[in-house]
């Protein structure tokens, strides 16, 4: 069973930067896409960044040009760089892996606190 661990949450001014990195504890194959969602408390999980098998990215509104999704396929790691925080990025983020037709691996989530 492949297991998706998170690191690099936190607690941060506004302003400051976090990066947070998914690391899969085996090979995934065939991977549609990566992604990251995010949930803050009592609103619905929304989906902020996607990079897809051909590398191409989506980013929510909200994040454009604060976010960055990258990968490393060797490492069978993806990346979320956010920078210039916001009070309302604060949430537990979530990544995401589809593969083939079924599979969708999610990890256990890491908490991100930006403070004002």
């Known amino acids: 069973q492949v297991q998706l661990v998170e690191s690099g949450g936190g607690l941060v001014q506004a302003g400051g930067s976090l990066r947070l990195s998914c690391a899969a504890s085996a090979k995934i194959f065939n991977i549609n896409a990566m992604n990251w969602y995010r949930q803050a408390p009592g609103k619905q999980r929304e989906l902020v960044a996607t990079?897809?098998?051909?590398?191409?990215?989506n980013y929510a509104d909200s994040v454009k040009g604060r976010f960055t999704i990258s990968r490393d396929n060797a490492k069978n790691t993806v990346y979320l760089q956010m920078n210039s925080l916001k009070p309302e990025d604060t949430a537990v983020y979530y990544c995401?892996?589809?593969?083939?037709?079924?599979?969708?691996?999610w990890g256990q989530g890491t908490q991100v606190t930006v403070s004002s």
């Open positions: 990079i897809t098998s051909t590398g191409n990215t």
């Open positions: 995401n892996i589809k593969a083939g037709i079924f599979l969708n691996y």
